[in-house]
């Protein structure tokens, strides 16, 4: 059974920081490309980073460039998401999701796999 098993999420105050993790099973994460989407209240699906399935290329969308670093350890099967200077608008939930079709892909049924989700939210 594949699972990929979000965690990390939390409250915390604008300028925060936030570590996520997901841990992948049931499928050969050291071959998969991986990614984050994020979904805040009432709004779709928003891609946020990938990372190739050896760590050596990274993607992220404007909006967290320089601010959240995504990563991974194969040895592990756990992608993490590094989120500094945090802001209200980051609140989301945050969901891991495998091989996706391209780069900077939100759509669900565009990835293979895709977690259950963990929330975060920013505010004061």
């Known amino acids: 059974e594949v699972q990929l098993v979000e965690s990390g999420g939390g409250l915390v105050q604008p300028g925060g920081s936030l570590r996520l993790s997901c841990a992948a099973s049931?499928?050969?994460?050291?071959?998969?490309?991986m990614s984050w989407v994020s979904q805040a209240p009432e709004k779709g699906p928003e891609w946020v980073s990938s990372?190739?399935?050896?760590?050596?290329?990274?993607h992220y969308a404007d909006s967290v460039k320089g601010r959240f670093t995504i990563s991974r350890d194969n040895a592990k099967n756990t992608l993490y998401l590094q989120m500094n200077s945090l802001k209200p608008e980051d609140t989301a939930v945050y969901f891991c999701?495998?091989?996706?079709?391209?780069?900077?892909?939100?759509?669900?049924?565009?990835?293979?796999?895709w977690g259950q989700g963990t929330q975060v939210t920013v505010s004061s």
């Open positions: 999701a495998a091989d996706g079709t391209s780069w900077g892909e939100s759509d669900p049924y565009e990835y293979d796999y």
């Open positions: 049931g499928f050969t994460f050291g071959s998969s490309d």
């Open positions: 990372i190739d399935n050896r760590g050596r290329s990274t």
